[in-house]
């Protein structure tokens, strides 16, 4: 399997605030990385693919100004909440696109808007 | 509308039985349903996947059963055990294309 890192785990930010998460493929290199969040009581739900060296693509009703998804390298995908609010307090998970069947999963972030 | 169900939102069952979990789905072009489990503020981990060939698959206490006709899987656990309570999703893969979840189904096991 894929083994994937996420940093922070936890963040908490005052509202107006910019967020970066990171995530890291440590043991494969990831071309694409799959971003989901999931709020309370709710499903996964993919945001955004990104593909190394070329812009992500967004899945319908996500802003991708407010969403900024950058895969530089092979191996660090970051998703960058910008003028956080509120509303979008959730758990934001990566996923890299493996040739396995299963897709494996970062243990996830956190955030928390006030 | 979603393509994948999962319409109990939670299930209690006694250490040692017999936990089910139902899942139904609209899309028939699929490749594999898989099983994740889930702990809160953690990533879902990978449990089970049957084939869209197979209607049946076995790993352990975990089976997964797929009818196809009925648009219909399961997941069988067995004997359940405290450690089994978690949240638990059903996705379905087709091709290289990310995987879709249900809204999941909060199993607790009781001791």
């Known amino acids: 399997g894929a083994v994937v890192s996420q940093h922070p785990s936890w963040v908490i930010c005052k509202s107006g605030t910019s967020v970066k998460i990171e995530c890291r493929s440590l043991?494969?290199?990831?071309?694409?990385m799959f971003w989901y969040r999931q709020f309370p009581k709710q499903s996964l739900m993919l945001m955004a693919t990104?593909?190394?060296?070329?812009?992500?693509?967004?899945e319908q009703g996500v802003e991708k100004d407010k969403f900024l998804i950058n895969h530089a390298s092979l191996t660090l995908s970051t998703l960058t909440v910008t003028s956080a609010h509120p509303e979008d307090s959730s758990f934001y998970i990566c996923?890299?696109?493996?040739?396995?069947?299963?897709?494996?999963f970062g243990p996830g972030t956190r955030l928390t808007v006030l | 509308d979603q393509q994948v169900k999962q319409n109990s939102p939670s299930l209690s069952v006694q250490e040692g039985r017999i936990s089910i979990l139902n899942c139904d789905y609209t899309?028939?072009?699929?490749?594999?349903f898989l099983w994740y489990k889930k702990y809160p503020a953690e990533g879902p981990t990978f449990l089970i996947s049957?084939?869209?060939?197979?209607d049946k698959n076995e790993d352990g206490r975990f089976t997964v059963f797929l009818n196809k006709s009925a648009k219909h899987l399961s997941l069988h656990i067995v004997p359940s055990q405290p450690g089994d309570s978690a949240v638990y999703f059903c996705?379905?893969?087709?091709?290289?294309?990310?995987?879709?979840f249900g809204k999941g189904t909060r199993l607790s096991v009781i001791a």
């Open positions: 996923s890299p696109r493996t040739g396995y069947n299963e897709q494996f």
């Open positions: 043991d494969f290199q990831a071309t694409t």
């Open positions: 990104s593909n190394e060296g070329s812009k992500a693509t967004y």
């Open positions: 899309n028939s072009m699929f490749d594999y």
């Open positions: 049957i084939s869209s060939i197979k």
């Open positions: 996705a379905e893969k087709g091709g290289s294309a990310p995987l879709v």
